[in-house]
């Protein structure tokens, strides 16, 4: 279990969220205590076994108070009339005690003591100590309102029943979910320094997995992977003898490489999909081999591998390899893609390149826009009128740009969001990113409302925001048939495209006082790239 240490600053995180809560309750409530009570995650178990699986801190949990040990509780009070500011927050930890049957199975959680040295907290105590903390709490402050998150919702850790009787019956207390979430979420939506050093420590990490998997991809290019004797039939291969031939064997390098490096957790299902499978956005299967041979139509689904010949005929055919991953580092994720060439000596092919370079260029011109005040819709639209412009210029569109726009077939070939807000999650505090009652979205009267159907940040950009930045262009059999009578498609070139699959690059990008900065570091130009996955740097 890696803890952080008291670096993490809990308590301003609390008091942050406490101070949001007070912009949105009603005024009856406004003057009276407040109390934030939380439930942490439990290790989880495989259905009818005691097999544990891995464990992840909750995360507006671990917000709260920079803690990942299982079986966890927060009560945090905030008391508004109080004039020093620091008797008006406090905030206590409850930890589970050393338990014998840990010594031997499990990792123990840490002692009070270990753990005021860990946690940014005003106090621990032992989980068993919680219901008496609530109750000196219930008599010490009668009309305290009592938040806490959703508390029927399976989104989030179940707070016990015994906890919450004495509150939902007392007559005076108020015990209320309807407000925390909320306020946490648009809390959550800027990032502290102490947040963004953990958020670049994932890009970091991320960003080497990927170069690292690349310059695999270019080794075998070159020859350099060689396998000593008996390899792979006396004994098996060991790691500087692998070729990557396989989507699993890509995902295999990359999680490794964060795993050396002390990454925990992936921040989601990595997205390893070769060939037409890369126009499948959340294509999580991972197991098939990369494509020897022509691409026949239905290669991308799921139902056999390709056939293998004899290692000296076997010759990959010319594709793309698109790799969306990225790890967590304490609680905090980087969401990084990447797409490559793979067969054809490691180099694009004319029109995997073609497409790649557009992708990249609406990339590239979106980075250049973003400050704060920029609407992340103007991203969107600006991703699409680079894409109808790309096409009209590669003959793939025919017609008027803007009647093309309005008509919204780009959605046939872009139909994800640009990108969302990152942090703690990878679509991070949805929430706040796309608030139900939004009064900052404009009538867009250029482009068409499938842009923004899937698009998980609907807001103006702020300083302390982290926000991915995604585009791509996809050849998908299911969505192409939405066009397949579009008179602005030239629909005999559209055939030559259809066998790449899809390409996306993503970096993830901190919103400055005067525009961005782009935290993965990873390079995605097409020299640097066909330089490293042909094994020529």
Same mark, same amino acid.
């Given at each position: 279990?890696?803890?952080?240490?008291s670096?993490?600053?809990?308590?301003?995180?609390?008091q942050?969220?406490?101070e949001?809560?007070?912009?949105?309750?009603p005024?009856?409530?406004?003057e009276?205590?407040?109390?934030i009570?939380?439930?942490g995650?439990?290790t989880?178990?495989?259905?009818?076994?005691?097999?544990?699986?891995?464990?992840?801190?909750?995360?507006n949990?671990y917000?709260?108070?920079?803690?990942?040990?299982?079986?966890?509780?927060?009560?945090?009070?905030y008391?508004?009339?109080?004039?020093?500011?620091?008797t008006?927050l406090?905030?206590?930890?409850?930890?589970p005690?050393?338990?014998?049957?840990?010594l031997?199975?499990s990792?123990p959680?840490?002692?009070?003591?270990?753990a005021?040295?860990l946690?940014?907290v005003t106090?621990?105590?032992?989980?068993?100590?919680l219901?008496?903390?609530?109750?000196?709490?219930?008599?010490?402050h009668p009309?305290?309102?009592?938040?806490?998150l959703?508390?029927?919702?399976?989104?989030?850790?179940?707070l016990p029943?015994?906890?919450?009787a004495?509150?939902?019956?007392?007559e005076?207390?108020?015990?209320t979910?309807?407000?925390?979430?909320?306020?946490?979420?648009k809390t959550?939506l800027i990032?502290?320094e102490?947040?963004i050093?953990?958020?670049?420590?994932?890009?970091?990490?991320?960003?080497?997995?990927?170069e690292?998997?690349?310059?695999?991809l270019?080794?075998?290019?070159?020859?350099k992977?060689?396998?000593?004797?008996?390899?792979?039939?006396?004994?098996?291969l060991?790691?500087?003898e692998w070729?990557i031939?396989?989507?699993?064997?890509?995902?295999a390098?990359f999680?490794?490489?964060?795993?050396?490096?002390?990454?925990?957790?992936?921040?989601y299902?990595?997205?390893?999909?070769?060939?037409m499978?890369?126009?499948?956005l959340h294509y999580?299967?991972?197991?098939r081999?990369?494509?020897w041979?022509p691409?026949?139509?239905?290669?991308?689904l799921?139902h056999?591998a390709?056939?293998?010949?004899?290692a000296?005929?076997?010759?990959?055919e010319?594709?793309?390899?698109?790799?969306d991953?990225?790890?967590?580092?304490?609680c905090y994720s980087?969401?990084?893609?990447?797409?490559m060439?793979?067969?054809?000596g490691?180099k694009?092919?004319?029109?995997?390149?073609q497409i790649?370079s557009?992708v990249?260029?609406?990339?590239?011109?979106s980075?250049?826009t973003?400050r704060?005040g920029?609407h992340?819709d103007s991203?969107?639209?600006?991703?699409?009128?680079?894409?109808?412009?790309?096409? +009209?210029?590669l003959? +793939?569109?025919k017609?008027?740009?803007?009647e093309i726009?309005?008509?919204g077939?780009?959605?046939?070939?872009?139909?994800?969001?640009?990108?969302?807000?990152?942090?703690?999650?990878?679509?991070?505090?949805?929430?706040?990113s796309?608030p139900i009652?939004?009064?900052?979205?404009?009538?867009?009267?250029v482009?068409h409302p499938?842009?923004?159907?899937?698009?998980?940040?609907r +807001?103006?950009?702020?300083?302390?925001?982290v926000?991915?930045?995604?585009?791509g262009?996809?050849?998908?059999e299911?969505?192409l048939?939405?066009?397949?009578?579009?008179?602005?498609v030239?629909h005999n070139?559209?055939?030559?495209?259809?066998?790449?699959?899809g390409v996306?690059?993503?970096?993830?990008?901190?919103i400055?006082?005067d525009?961005?900065e782009?935290?993965t570091?990873?390079?995605?130009?097409?020299e640097w790239?066909?330089s490293?996955?042909s094994?020529?740097?």
């Open positions: 279990m890696h803890m952080p240490g670096s993490y600053c809990a308590k301003a995180h609390v942050k969220t406490f949001q809560l007070m912009n949105v309750l005024s009856q409530l406004k009276k205590p407040q109390v009570l939380l439930a995650g439990r989880p178990f495989r259905n009818d076994t005691d097999r544990e699986l891995p464990f992840r801190q909750e995360s949990f917000y709260f108070s920079g803690c990942s040990v299982p079986g966890s509780f927060l009560l945090a009070l008391q508004p009339e109080h004039m020093n500011a620091s008006r406090s905030v206590k930890l409850h930890i005690e050393i338990e014998a049957a840990d031997m199975w990792v959680p840490p002692t009070i003591e270990e005021k040295q946690f940014d106090d621990i105590a032992y989980s068993s100590e219901q008496s903390t609530i109750e000196l709490l219930l008599q010490s009309e305290a309102v009592f938040h806490t959703p508390r029927n919702s399976p989104l989030f850790p179940t029943e015994e906890y919450m004495a509150i939902v019956l007392s005076t207390h108020t015990a979910d309807a407000y925390l979430l909320s306020s946490l979420h959550r990032k502290d102490n947040e050093t953990m958020l670049r420590r994932a890009n970091d990490i991320s960003s080497r997995a990927h690292t998997v690349m310059r695999l270019g080794n075998a290019v070159q020859g992977i060689l396998q000593g004797k008996g390899a792979g039939i006396d004994r098996p060991l790691p500087g070729l031939e396989k989507e699993a064997e890509a995902e390098i999680v490794a490489s964060c795993r050396r490096e002390g990454s925990v957790h992936q921040a299902l990595p997205i390893v999909a070769a060939s499978r890369a126009a499948t999580c299967c991972n197991d081999e990369f494509t041979g691409v026949k139509p239905h290669d991308h799921n056999g390709l056939a293998r010949g004899p000296p005929e076997r010759q990959l010319p594709q793309v390899l698109l790799i991953a990225g790890c967590e580092w304490d980087a969401d990084i893609t990447r797409t060439p793979v067969g054809n490691g694009f092919t004319e029109k995997s390149k790649y557009l990249l260029e609406m990339q590239q011109k980075m250049k973003l704060p920029v992340w991203i969107q639209l600006l991703c699409h009128q680079i894409l109808v412009k790309g096409f +009209l210029d003959g +793939l569109f017609g008027s740009k803007d726009l309005r008509s077939i780009s959605s046939a070939f872009f139909p994800h969001g640009v990108g969302h807000s990152l942090g703690m999650d990878v679509h991070d505090v949805p929430s706040a796309k009652n939004n009064t900052t979205i404009s009538q867009d009267k482009g499938s842009f923004y159907t899937y698009l998980r940040l +807001l103006p950009l702020a300083e302390g925001m926000v991915t930045v995604e585009p262009i996809y050849f998908h299911h969505l048939k939405a066009v397949e009578k579009s008179e602005y030239n070139l559209l055939e030559e495209y259809r066998n790449m699959g996306r690059i993503e970096d993830d990008v901190l400055t006082s525009g961005c782009n935290l570091k990873v390079r995605s130009d097409v790239l066909e490293v996955c094994g020529e740097i």
